[in-house]
């Protein structure tokens, strides 16, 4: 962006500033045109604009301009960025929200945030099947294009973003916590692996964050709104991820939850979110039907020359070329385990090989 000196420096001033929220540093912007001059205005001029004492008596602390020249000097490093509404970069389907953070910090690949994405939560206290669940459908859905969005927490969160890494796939993780404070600790390798394979750290809060509960409902919102759907593997009816998933519904976005035993606790949230509207999911090729116009599909190498048509020599194909099979009854035909056919068939559909109709995959003669 085009932006002096001064007027970055005033805009991490702002930002860190307590009880400034996204609508209140809106507020102050179109009044004052600009963070500069919203920080020099006399603090009557904030409290005519409803915003409490709180809030501007800190703005020309030592404390605020230290905590701005460490966020300057954060993003001097490679790979570190900032994003701001009025940047060309900042993710367009986040833009829409009302309270879309005025300010975004990211560590990683920043050009992800535009990609299509699909974010899978759950419970931090997960089953094994159901970490199991979301870790493959992570490894499917990346392979499918889709840039995997989670929160970084403990349970299916970690599953999901492991999932997407092991397909050599992209992963985003929205923390509830500054970048500089990774909060769960446990997950702090991952994180760095994050970053380091092609992925990316968001977080809308100053870097020196540390964890408070409040931080992590509100950044739910931001999980929802970077992505074109939400899958729920595994929840309470407590559970913070009902609220990524309610925020999804409200911000127009597609929500998808995996049933699972009526006497499991960790199924209650996903069957309260299938009799409140969620579509009901099985399988992955249910998502991607019903996400086909979002998937981002690799452009085809260079031609080559003409080849003699050859016999299918993939398993699946083989099968598929003798009768439609749901995915379950490939599993059961071919040997395979589940996740590994939907990786498979996923691969496949992206190379027009297989089609899916009325719940059942064919072969494409080429």
């Not at 048509?309 to 009854?329: C, D, G, I, Q, V």
Request: with cysteine; hydrophobic share 45%.
């Amino acid at each position: 962006m085009d932006l002096s000196p001064a007027e970055l420096e005033a805009r991490l001033r702002l930002h860190c500033l307590p009880e400034l929220g996204p609508r209140r540093f809106a507020r102050l912007m179109q009044a004052f045109a600009g963070a500069s001059a919203a920080l020099s205005a006399p603090a009557a001029a904030w409290r005519a604009l409803g915003l409490p004492a709180g809030c501007a008596e800190p703005r020309r602390s030592q404390d605020i301009r230290e905590r701005a020249a460490a966020a300057l000097a954060w993003l001097e490093r490679p790979g570190q960025h900032l994003l701001m509404w009025d940047d060309p970069r900042y993710p367009a389907l986040l833009a829409e929200l009302p309270d879309a953070p005025p300010l975004l910090f990211v560590a990683g690949d920043v050009d992800l945030l535009e990609r299509p994405q699909l974010a899978i939560v759950g419970s931090r206290r997960a089953s094994r099947p159901g970490l199991d669940t979301a870790q493959s459908f992570a490894r499917s859905l990346a392979r499918g294009g889709f840039v995997i969005t989670s929160g970084l927490a403990l349970g299916i969160d970690g599953a999901a973003h492991l999932g997407a890494l092991e397909a050599g796939g992209a992963t985003v993780a929205v923390l509830g916590t500054g970048l500089q404070c990774i909060y769960p600790h446990r997950h702090k390798a991952l994180a760095e692996r994050i970053a380091r394979e092609g992925g990316a750290l968001v977080s809308e809060l100053p870097l020196d964050s540390p964890p408070q509960a409040s931080n992590f409902p509100r950044r739910n919102r931001i999980i929802s709104g970077l992505s074109v759907g939400v899958l729920v593997v595994e929840a309470s009816p407590s559970s913070g991820s009902l609220i990524t998933a309610r925020l999804a519904a409200e911000q127009g976005r597609e929500v998808y939850a995996i049933p699972g035993s009526i006497h499991h606790p960790g199924a209650r949230g996903c069957h309260q979110l299938i009799r409140d509207g969620a579509l009901l999911v099985e399988s992955v090729e249910h998502i991607l039907e019903a996400l086909r116009g979002w998937q981002v599909v690799s452009p085809p190498a260079a031609a080559a020359a003409p080849a003699a048509p050859a016999a299918p020599t993939h398993p699946l194909l083989e099968l598929l070329f003798a009768a439609p099979h749901s995915s379950e009854a490939l599993a059961d035909a071919s040997g395979w385990p589940l996740p590994k056919v939907l990786a498979a068939l996923t691969e496949l559909e992206l190379e027009g090989r297989v089609a899916s109709e009325a719940g059942r995959w064919l072969g494409v003669r080429r």
